[in-house]
């Protein structure tokens, strides 16, 4: 019995959204990293400028000092400051309202900043000017250098929204072209069903009066190869393990047809079994060589289903003994729903990283075979083990 779709439960809907919930995870823990460092910046940087500031007239405080009272200034008045640049941007639908707003905002919260800053230096420092005396100094050495980091914010709030921006636009650029891939696979794979469908109730048929037991077993391999087209139709890759398996199915039927006509060698590589391949790849390929081969060719046939590592890739090879090609090996693979189907699969899922061919063997047979990204089919926790 071939083990269940569920087995292949990492290619699911429920992986993918926990490895999307994951990356948005990790994604947010970067961006409040980035908002810590950023606010630390402004800090240091507002610190720095108003130290070098009141260092360039001769009567700067320790460094300390312009730094704690960064910390508390900024340390309030940064998340304001992004919060009101990143509701209102100023951009070219925007600025006539976003500007006025902006430079009213600046006003108000430099105003605000120094005005306590002149309260607490005169308490602490200043002790003979008055309070008017006191607002005179402060905004005179410091009013600048408080509005040039206001709408130093402002720019960086800006930057920030235009990377926020493009990063999610290529987002929902990569979500539409992958619906779209996994549309067009999905047209692929139903172009198959009904092809496959056709040909095996037709070999059921040939049976029913020679060879009842044998009809019935091909009406069960049959529903079984259903059952899995149904439940796994989903899926787009799977292990190399499970594709044999399905593969089997298919076998066990074209070897009732053709009796002792038909032999099937399989010879898979122990170290590419977990290897992922396109789901039903092989089958079409099987049954191109047998349709090719001892279907139009009388005596008998042997079709070998060989895999293994070449280099990085995994190489998949169908081969049959007595046919030949009958036209330039490109143009077959532009004719015919299991080829031209098997070819268009390959570029959708991998792109220029595959390679699918015809050849002739000496002296006689022909080789179908591919090349794919040889990648392993992840192992989760609890799974069973092979």
Not at 20 to 40: D, F, N, P
Request: proline share 4%; glycine share 6%; net charge neutral.
């Amino acid at each position: 019995m071939p083990r269940q779709s569920l087995d292949l439960a990492w290619l699911d809907c429920g992986e993918a959204s926990h490895f999307m919930a994951t990356s948005q995870s990790v994604v947010g823990r970067h961006k409040a990293l980035l908002i810590a460092a950023w606010w630390l910046g402004v800090v240091f940087l507002f610190a720095t400028q108003w130290f070098v500031y009141d260092a360039a007239r001769g009567f700067a405080d320790p460094f300390r000092y312009y730094l704690w009272w960064s910390c508390y200034t900024w340390g309030i008045l940064t998340p304001v400051v992004a919060k009101l640049a990143y509701y209102n941007p100023i951009n070219a639908a925007t600025w006539k309202r976003a500007l006025p707003l902006h430079l009213g905002a600046s006003f108000v919260l430099v105003v605000g900043e120094i005005s306590i800053e002149a309260l607490f230096g005169k308490l602490r420092l200043h002790h003979s000017l008055s309070i008017e005396e006191a607002l005179r100094h402060y905004f005179t050495r410091h009013a600048q250098v408080s509005v040039l980091t206001y709408w130093m914010l402002v720019g960086a709030v800006q930057l920030y929204q235009m990377r926020d921006e493009s990063r999610k636009r290529e987002l929902r650029s990569a979500k539409l072209e992958a619906q779209l891939t996994a549309s067009q696979l999905g047209v692929l794979r139903a172009q198959i069903h009904p092809h496959f469908l056709f040909n095996t109730l037709q070999a059921a048929t040939m049976l029913i009066h020679e060879d009842p037991d044998g009809a019935e077993d091909i009406l069960l391999r049959l529903s079984e190869l259903l059952r899995v087209f149904v439940d796994e139709a989903h899926i787009h890759e799977i292990s190399l393990e499970r594709e044999l398996e399905v593969l089997d199915l298919y076998i066990g039927i074209q070897a009732r047809r053709f009796g002792d006509r038909l032999r099937f060698e399989v010879s898979i590589d122990q170290n590419v079994r977990d290897c992922v391949v396109p789901a039903l790849i092989l089958q079409p390929l099987v049954e191109n060589a047998i349709r090719h081969g001892i279907g139009r060719h009388k005596g008998i046939d042997t079709v070998s289903i060989r895999g293994f590592q070449e280099g990085e890739f995994l190489r998949l090879e169908v081969r049959n003994l007595n046919s030949s090609l009958e036209d330039e090996p490109s143009r077959l693979v532009a004719r015919g729903i299991g080829l031209v189907n098997t070819r268009a699969r390959l570029e959708q899922l991998y792109g220029k990283r595959q390679e699918f061919r015809l050849r002739n063997l000496d002296p006689t047979g022909v080789c179908a075979e591919l090349s794919i990204p040889l990648r392993s089919a992840p192992v989760f926790v609890g799974e069973p083990s092979r």
